[in-house]
């Protein structure tokens, strides 16, 4: 679930719902992915910060990140009590600001995806959680994860997960780890109100990382189902093998990371 979402807030408006002091100019991001930097708002000596970090979380724990399988979300029943999540859940709480996510109907083959964003407009907040890992030689990488609950009605057709939305009037309560313990902030942990979002089904350019333009909002219409089946090659027909090449690294097509 939520294996990308969007990003296209200007910075002002995102100054304005998080209230913190520094002036990113950060661009429109409309397909961000796992391993890739991302904006999260926490709190550094009681006053809210913007920070960028990777996302997929890595505990402080692990001896070596590349060993450890990639977390981008942390399960609302588990985080009090899972080892991964426990001690960010008490200690680095943080709010992940979004424009809404992309999902996959599981009842569809193939999946098609849709777009998921505030039928008002403008940027929430994600419930997340942040973590610093520390490598032998002192190097430091900070990563984050996004927490999900349960699908409301609205969005249950599509998937039975979605990201913990957490309201305006709760960033306190979410963000201060020193006078909010983690019990109380578990209370927040829950579906989003039924009338938060829309959803509405968008053309399979999204899973491609590399497309990240606003054309992947548009909606999907019945021709384009059509021209998308029949665009894809005919099977080839059955020859014999050839020989064995070698093979060409796979090309990686996800954007630049700042890790």
């Not at 070596?64 to 942390?74: E, W, Y």
């Not at 859940?89 to 569809?108: H, S, V």
């Amino acid at each position: 679930m939520c294996g990308r979402y969007l990003i296209i807030s200007t910075p002002e408006a995102m100054r304005r719902l998080f209230g913190y002091p520094e002036q990113p100019n950060f661009p429109a991001r409309y397909n961000v992915a796992p391993t890739q930097p991302i904006p999260i708002v926490r709190l550094a000596d009681g006053k809210r910060q913007f920070a960028l970090v990777r996302w997929g979380l890595i505990p402080a724990w692990v001896k070596d990140p590349r060993t450890f399988s990639l977390v981008l979300q942390a399960r609302s029943d588990s985080v009090l009590d899972k080892p991964s999540f426990r001690n960010a859940m008490k200690r680095r709480r943080c709010l992940i600001p979004a424009d809404g996510f992309y999902e996959w109907n599981e009842a569809t083959k193939p999946r098609r995806p849709y777009v998921v964003r505030p039928r008002d407009g403008g940027p929430v907040a994600f419930a997340g959680l942040w973590e610093c890992w520390i490598g032998p030689n002192g190097e430091e990488m900070e990563t984050a994860a996004i927490i999900t609950t349960d699908a409301n009605k609205t969005l249950h057709p599509i998937h039975h997960r979605m990201p913990v939305v957490v309201p305006p009037e709760a960033f306190d309560v979410w963000l201060d780890c020193l006078n909010f313990d983690a019990n109380a902030a578990a209370d927040l942990l829950v579906p989003a109100p039924e009338d938060l979002f829309e959803a509405y089904e968008i053309s399979l350019a999204v899973n491609r990382v590399a497309n990240d333009h606003p054309g992947l909002l548009e909606p999907v219409r019945p021709r384009e189902h059509a021209l998308e089946q029949t665009s894809a090659p005919a099977p080839p027909e059955p020859t014999a093998a050839p020989a064995k090449r070698a093979r060409k690294p796979k090309k990686d097509d996800r954007q630049s990371s700042l890790f």
